[in-house]
């Protein structure tokens, strides 16, 4: 062993920002935040449903009706699907590699298959909410 | 690193992120429309409540939130990590508590509703 084996320096606060690779990993991993935030107003919501009464339930709905959700949630929604839907859907033949015997399903139809699902599952939400 | 043993925290995890991926987006949406003014109409507070109130419903909606929040939990975890913040042990208890309250605050919040 050497007497002082090179250690490469890392910075620890800001290794991601050297690549873009690491970037685009960084951003994946923050839609995390937003998964928080809307289990937070979930929470909220269903609070304000569960109270004895409409009232609390109408004042969360107007507390939504304003500039900064409508962008907060156009932003978010757009980067959650963008980070977190498709960047999972794209790691899924990579995590559930599917094969009969020797032949392998392709890629691209794992991948459209969820497509397809997400598809499927939010026409079911719009349709419990009344949206179409 | 201790966090790569837990294959039940990892488990909870993914089961965590398949399910927002392919939920919250249409969750997004349907806040957007609210904010924007468009109410849906089984958003109104009654039909809203009477959807709630099956216990098929209670049981969905509790599986989401606790899944979403174990995966928000455990990943923000480990960005924090990736952040530079070496605390581990104390984000760990931190933030696997929250989940923990934030699920049972959901469940209490369910069966309170008739």
Known sequence: MSRRPYVRPVRRGSWYLRQARYRVYMLREMTCVLVAVYCVLLLVGLAALAADGPERWQAFLAAQQNTAWVVFHAIALVYFIVYQTMAWFQLAPKAMPLQWGKTKVPAAAIVAAHYLVWFIITTLVFWLAGVI | ?114
């Open chain 2, 1 to 114: 690193m201790a966090i790569a043993n837990k294959s039940l925290v990892w488990g909870l995890f993914a089961a965590g992120g398949t399910l927002t991926a392919f939920l919250f987006p249409a969750l997004m949406a349907l806040f957007l429309l609210v904010a924007t003014g468009n109410l849906p109409e089984g958003l109104a507070y009654g039909p809203a409540r009477a959807f709630v109130a099956s216990w098929p419903t209670k049981a969905v909606l509790f599986g989401i939130v606790f899944l979403s929040l174990w995966h928000a939990a455990h990943r923000m975890r480990v960005l924090l990590h990736d952040f530079g913040l070496r605390a581990d042990g104390v984000f760990a208890i931190v933030l696997y508590l929250l989940a923990t309250l934030g699920s049972i605050l959901t469940a209490v919040l369910l069966l309170g509703i008739h």
